[in-house]
């Protein structure tokens, strides 16, 4: 069974500092990985989409890559903001017909 | 255009009611999925609809649980005889006819307390 795990649960650091989130999992076989964030009390938000034959997608500030072979993908953040404060959840896709997701890194940006 | 809707936002039952909750998934979308996050734990996945396709029911944590898709389109999730430890955030998405290169788009929730 797939299994993801998020490292750090948690994660603090001051306004305008780069940050990376790291994502693992434990099959190789997956056809995408999906970065999420979740504000307290709201639904996921999608914010990055890798294909398993993709490296890397950016989205403004956010970079996220994909390393199949090691089952590893980071998220990296450029210039964090308070507004970035939230929970980020990745998850893969497999040929089950779900999401597996990690429980999440739980990021402060400290203005 | 509209993201996936879900009703009620918050839901407080008692041991042994049951319950419906709702998703309107995003228009055009014919896959569906149903997740829960229970406290401290991440997302559960519960069942998947695609079409007219039989549904992947899989992850349903027991019989107690079930799930229909009306018209390929809104999704019902029933919960019967509710206990305690189904208190959670069930979430739903959807996405795409093609899965392995959609991506899901989620609900916000439906927040459940089972007292």
């Known amino acids: 069974k797939q299994e993801v795990t998020q490292i750090p649960a948690a994660l603090s650091v001051p306004e305008g500092e780069n940050l990376v989130l790291n994502c693992s999992f434990t099959d190789s076989a997956i056809y995408n990985l999906q970065w999420f964030r979740q504000d307290p009390g709201k639904g996921l938000t999608s914010l990055l989409l890798?294909?398993?034959?993709?490296r890397e997608q950016t989205s403004g500030r956010l970079n996220a890559s994909l390393d199949k072979s090691s089952g590893r993908s980071t998220l990296y953040i450029a210039a964090s903001q308070p507004g970035d404060s939230a929970t980020y959840l990745c998850?893969?896709?497999?040929?089950?017909?779900?999401?597996?997701f990690g429980t999440g890194t739980r990021l402060t940006v400290i203005p | 255009g509209a993201g996936v809707s879900q009703s009620p936002s918050n839901k407080v039952t008692e041991k042994g009611k049951d319950v419906e909750l709702r998703c309107d998934p995003i228009s055009g979308h014919t896959a569906l999925y149903w997740y829960r996050q229970s406290l401290g734990q991440g997302l559960e996945f519960l069942i998947y609809?695609?079409?007219?396709?039989?549904?992947?029911k899989s992850g349903l944590p027991s019989d107690r649980f079930s799930a229909e898709r009306t018209g390929g389109s809104v999704s019902t999730l029933t919960i019967q005889r509710t206990q305690q430890e189904d208190s959670a955030v069930y979430l739903c998405?959807?996405?795409?006819?093609?899965?392995?290169?959609?991506?899901?788009?989620f609900g916000p929730g439906t927040r459940l307390t089972v007292t």
């Open positions: 998850a893969v896709g497999t040929g089950a017909n779900n999401l597996f």
């Open positions: 998405a959807s996405s795409l006819a093609r899965r392995e290169l959609s991506e899901q788009y």
């Open positions: 609809f695609q079409g007219n396709s039989a549904p992947d």
């Open positions: 890798i294909q398993s034959s993709q």
